[in-house]
Nanobody, 126 residues
C-alpha cells in the first residue's frame, strides 16, 4: 500500500519560509515523477513543482519560480518543497503526489499522478 505523508505546513507571516516534507512508504523512488500541488478555497488544484526521481530533473510553475524549490532524498524516500518569501496568495492546502513508473503526462498536471497525500495547510498572513 502506497502512503504519502506530508508535514511542515503552518501559519507564517509574509516574507517567511517553510519547508514541506513528503515521506513515501510502499513506494520505490525509481523512474517516476513526484510533485507538489496546492489548492486554495474555491480554486482549482495547481501543480507548483515536480521532480523526476531518477535524474532529479525538476519543473516549477511560473507563478512560483525563484521562490519554491523541490528536492528529494532517496535514502529517506522523501520529497521536499522549500518555500521562501511567502505571500498571502500562497495560502492553500499543499498536497504531495506520486506517479507510478511508466505513467506519462505533463509533470505539473494532476492527471499524471495516481497517489496523493492528505495535505498540509500553509497559511500566510500579511
Amino acid at each position: 500500500q502506497v502512503l504519502l505523508v506530508e508535514s511542515g505546513g503552518g501559519s507564517v507571516q509574509a516574507g517567511g519560509s517553510l519547508r514541506l516534507s513528503c515521506v513515501a512508504s510502499g513506494f520505490t523512488f525509481s523512474r517516476n515523477w513526484m510533485a507538489w500541488f496546492r489548492q486554495a478555497p474555491g480554486k482549482e488544484r495547481e501543480g507548483v513543482a515536480a521532480i523526476f526521481t531518477e535524474t532529479s530533473g525538476t519543473a516549477h510553475a511560473d507563478s512560483v519560480k525563484g521562490r519554491f524549490t523541490i528536492s528529494q532524498d532517496k535514502t529517506k524516500s522523501t520529497v521536499y518543497l522549500q518555500i521562501n518569501n511567502l505571500k498571502p496568495g500562497d495560502t492553500a492546502m499543499y498536497y504531495c503526489a506520486a506517479a507510478s513508473v511508466g505513467r506519462t503526462g505533463l509533470a505539473l498536471r494532476a492527471e499524471l499522478y495516481n497517489y496523493w497525500g492528505q495535505g498540509t495547510q500553509v497559511t500566510v498572513s500579511s
